[in-house]
């Protein structure tokens, strides 16, 4: 019969070095434990690394993965516990457990690396003041952009920089159904379909659809950009539900794509004596961006994060949004961090990894908020229509930038009228008193432009 | 009269911290010390930055920054000797003296920041080696790709991939040329006439035209991707004064761009046993990139680089690849590494900072290489000249994607030919048997395709 021992060198596990604690064996968690199971031609340090449990829901379950039984269990508590532990790895996803089991890691003096971008979002202010608190490092590379590295250079290297804006595509499953009903010409609801049976969608689609998905990850990318954090509902969050097949058509003739961006932004620029409390405003909805723009290109479930910023202007890291093998490179980069870390012995924590800030950012609110827009109407077929349009905006300081008379439908008329930068408080006043115009139909379409 | 501390502050200069003697009062020198005078809303760390020395070749030259006499000096040999001095920040370009003060620095216990591609491509193993022996770090993000945050992420998060392609578009000043022989369809000269007088190419051009400087940063981001040391004279460099505005519209019709790529690729991915020496190619050449492909987009002085790897997928950064903003950017983020390692007062080095190696990378001849071709032939107008092109070909095993016949110049035919995937080797042999045929009139051009 064979140790332990032995079948832990069987597996290609070692005995010495930093000791893991890994929460969940799903997509990510399997990811995880085939790279570090598998490190010749990585980075060296990785070899010193030991996965020590692994907490799953289910023994029996088959695995992509061999994992010896000893350091299977189905006790997470236990896991969060174990004095051995170095680093707790939550890639179990969801708010409970996942909380509470970070929260007691950190109290237990673990390192913590998780990629669960809806605990941190929501939970971010507890779950960093308790790691300051204890000394602790709690890594967050996979929560955003997948296996994009964009959380440790917002962190270090870009944060020499004054950032002013990070815009970003970070939804996979909603980019994905956009290039496709832009190159297709399809409506919504079709791709969605055909989404969700080839696996880019899930059966209830609404955390990516409706933007919450997005709203999370631009929360925590926000706060690392300007250093405070983010009460989540503060987050405007619009979805892409109602974006149609038309209004692509339009915005592409216009020479725009649509996408949904997520958006955080200075509203006022630092200027000569800048204050670190300058609000914010923080945001998703889908968007018309110029076809020239970095953004534009990005298609299908790639993810891109814009970052802006003086003195270094724009800087942009594109890759896959989500998938095990991203995933996992991100994770197990953090490991590698730590692994560094806490073989340097340091013995006080590194300020580049610990959370730096602990007020909360003042949030815009979005009627002051200064945007192009883009707006559909259906009107009734009467002379003076785009008269009696143009007055009512005037009326409220909007000016235009674009308006187009298109296609009829029956006794109706099309019109789309894009803006010239305008107050958002403004410009809504000034559609609800179109809205009451007889000559409206209707107003179908209401987005924002880049 | 102010004394010397007075000056200081009101300077912003502080005295608590980490003194910095900066070699070099140039565009970067003055845009890193431009950018930490002037620390507020930039990372915390960066306030217990002061700027102790900073060495200038004259003292009397107009400056765009206020430095106190004091700090100003012409004896860099001082600096580098200062027992005050923590960082030695290298920005005066060209080999000598660069090269004798950073290892003067490191021999004196100092890290050292340098934005110095043809220094560290040229002496890296000589200063690494250096500088591993001393415990000290030697930081180099500005080194390559201007802005961008791309040496920090593969030392560090991407080493924990096995990578097998960096591709990248370093040399802002070609990529402006290239982009503008494309959208104009002018000439290489004309182009370069004018870049010359708009600031965008030196009076003597060819460090960027023949691709030498980005052979200097495809080295650098070779021995980081693949954990060894370059010999610069292993890497094949081939510029881009002979690529004409006739080539660009015929790759334009074949649904390509032309792109000056700097490309590092391991030759054999690791199969069941990977093994470090696995062979590894790096060059530099004018490029028929698919229009499809994220690198064809990258247009005007901007670079980007791609990285590849197991099981990431594709990453790509993308900002601006030079200026001073962009590059005191990059230097101050070495800097702020820095600060954070002196500050958490390690005992021994951080492995993610120290180089990892001292091997050197096997580099593969480049006609062993695979690769496509695109290849332009002026034939004589006689029947079959085709046909013998292609039994040619044929006899080296050369398999042909494309030929395209198209225009005359009188009595001489234009044929354009674009190769599957060939050995370089055999493909060389077939061109220079073709070459002696009495049909030919001369082979123009020869590129390679993505």
């Given at each position: ?68 039984d ?17 680093i ?71 944060s ?45 689609p ?38 149609s ?40 909805h ?50 590698l ?51 009696k ?16 008379q ?45």
């Amino acid at each position: 019969m064979l140790t332990l021992q032995l079948l832990l060198v069987k597996f290609g596990i070692r005995f010495v070095g930093v000791k893991l604690g890994i929460l969940g064996l799903g997509t990510v968690g399997t990811g995880t434990v085939q790279l570090l199971q598998d490190s010749a031609g990585r980075h060296p340090l990785l070899r010193d690394v030991e996965i020590y449990r692994v907490g799953v829901r289910s023994l029996d379950k088959p695995r992509a993965v061999k994992i010896p039984d000893a350091v299977l269990t189905t006790d997470l508590e236990a896991i969060v516990n174990d004095p051995q532990v170095d680093i707790v790895v939550e890639v179990i996803g969801g708010l409970e457990p996942a909380r509470s089991l970070i929260l007691k890691a950190i109290e237990n003096g673990k390192h913590v690396v998780s990629a669960n971008k809806a605990v941190i979002s929501r939970f971010g202010d507890e779950i960093f003041t308790a790691a300051n608190q204890a000394g602790v490092y709690v890594m967050l590379e996979a929560a955003v952009g997948g296996g994009i590295p964009v959380i440790q250079p917002l962190k270090q290297s870009l944060s020499v920089n004054r950032i002013h804006t990070v815009t970003g595509i970070v939804n996979g499953t909603t980019n994905y159904i956009l290039t496709r009903m832009q190159t297709e010409g399809s409506s919504f609801n079709d791709v969605l379909a055909d989404a969700q049976k080839l696996g880019y969608a899930e059966a209830d689609p609404s955390a990516d659809v409706d933007g919450l998905d997005a709203a999370d990850k631009i929360a925590i990318l926000a706060s690392l950009a300007f250093g405070g954090r983010i009460k989540l509902q503060n987050v405007y969050c619009e979805g892409i539900r109602q974006v149609s097949k038309t209004d692509i058509a339009y915005a592409d003739k216009l020479g725009f794509v649509i996408k949904l961006l997520a958006i955080a932004k200075r509203v006022n620029l630092p200027s000569i004596t800048p204050s670190p409390h300058l609000p914010i405003s923080v945001r998703v909805h889908p968007t018309l961006v110029p076809k020239t723009h970095p953004l534009a290109s990005i298609n299908g479930v790639y993810n891109a994060i814009l970052v802006e910023g003086e003195p270094i202007g724009q800087v942009m890291f594109f890759g896959p949004g989500a998938g095990a093998g991203a995933t996992a490179s991100a994770v197990s980069s953090d490991i590698l961090n730590l692994v560094a870390v806490l073989q340097a012995s340091t013995t006080t924590p590194n300020p580049l990894l610990t959370c730096g800030h602990q007020d909360y950012c003042e949030i815009t609110p979005s009627e002051e908020l200064i945007s192009r827009f883009y707006s559909r109407f259906i009107t009734k077929d009467q002379p003076g229509v785009i008269g009696k349009l143009g007055t009512c905006f005037g009326k409220y300081g909007v000016s235009l930038e674009s308006v187009v008379q298109t296609g009829f439908q029956g006794e109706l008329a099309e019109i789309v009228v894009v803006t010239h930068d305008v107050r958002e408080g403004d410009f809504r006043q000034a559609l609800a008193e179109i809205q009451t115009l007889e000559a409206i139909d209707s107003i179908p379409s209401l987005l924002r432009v880049l």
